[in-house]
């Protein structure tokens, strides 16, 4: 389990950089003087371990996409409690776990799998179909045989618990997918919380990195694919400008094209945080009354290494771990406050 009084939380209306983790300012030296790169954000209270991760590379001057991807391998892998990624990943409503995921460099080089099964880190397979093939997605079976063929191990993923949850939801969901709205226990929709990792990187050099890894919505449709593996859905990256990430129901996601909005309005001045804000007026705007159900939100990072998040629903939050601050967790703000 999460120990999160372990961090520093801080209120997304004063969201002072000033705030930092006594142990940040202990062991952490900037590779950049003068800036807060390197630095790594991602989405969600697991990010905080997946930034630790990360922040091994970058600490030592590695390559921000070395750094993604071992963090995003983290709840992929070890955090055995999440269910909603990788390993543990909560299947589709045919009882299958299928995991999407996507990663991008700073050549503007992307790999993607999407409804992927039986192999546990889909952002190691994304990095293969970037660097190994001459494409940019893979899917279904054709997924899992690359993976295979590049020597990944094949593997059960539906944990016990995973499939007694499933088991439980067949009994009352009449095997119709619901919308996910994340963390928000609390709220509209299904009673399976589900998180996606995606995370962004920016290293010594000052070069941006990002990937996202998730089983996606949970007992979805089997063949669902939602805007995790999609790249300018749920991740872009433009090493000019920054990079954008997003979590929550995947559809209104792809029909907005996120993560690339959110980079071109970064382009064109704002700040990460107003980008982020644009993009979930945009999917609001199209949609009121389904954005009254659904969680959707976003995380960005320019250039510079400042970022920002926005969501549809209050309860998303973001880890950041920089040259002057670990550890720390930040709500996003949200169009609806909490309780709303
Ligand atoms: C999806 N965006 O498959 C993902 C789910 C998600 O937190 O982000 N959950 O639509």
Sequence with gaps: MYNRRKFIKISAAGASLAALSNSALAKTVSLKPDTNLPIVISTWDFGIYANKEAWKTLEKGGRALDAIEAGARVPEELDITNGTVGRTGTPDRDGHVTLDSCIMDEFGNCGSVAAMENIAHPISVARMVMERT?????????????????????EKLLTPKAEKAWKEWLKTAKYSPVMNV?????????????????????????????GCTTSGMAFKMHGRVGDSPIIGAGLYVDNEVG??????????????VGSFLVVELMRQGMSPEDA???????????KPETAKQIQVGFLAINKKGEYGAYAIQSGFSFAVCDAKQQDLLIPGKSYYPAGK
């Design 243 to 256: 990079g954008a990430t997003s979590t929550g129901v995947g559809e209104e996601v792809i029909r907005n």
């Design 182 to 210: 994340e963390n928000g226990s609390n709220r509209p929709g299904g009673k399976y919380n589900h998180d996606t990792i995606g995370m962004l990187a920016i290293d010594a050099k000052g070069n941006i990195s990002g």
């Design 134 to 154: 001459p494409h940019v997605m893979l899917v279904g079976e054709g997924a899992t045989q690359f993976a295979v063929e590049q020597g990944m191990k094949k």
């Design 276 to 286: 982020c804000k644009e993009a979930v007026h945009r999917i609001i705007k199209k």
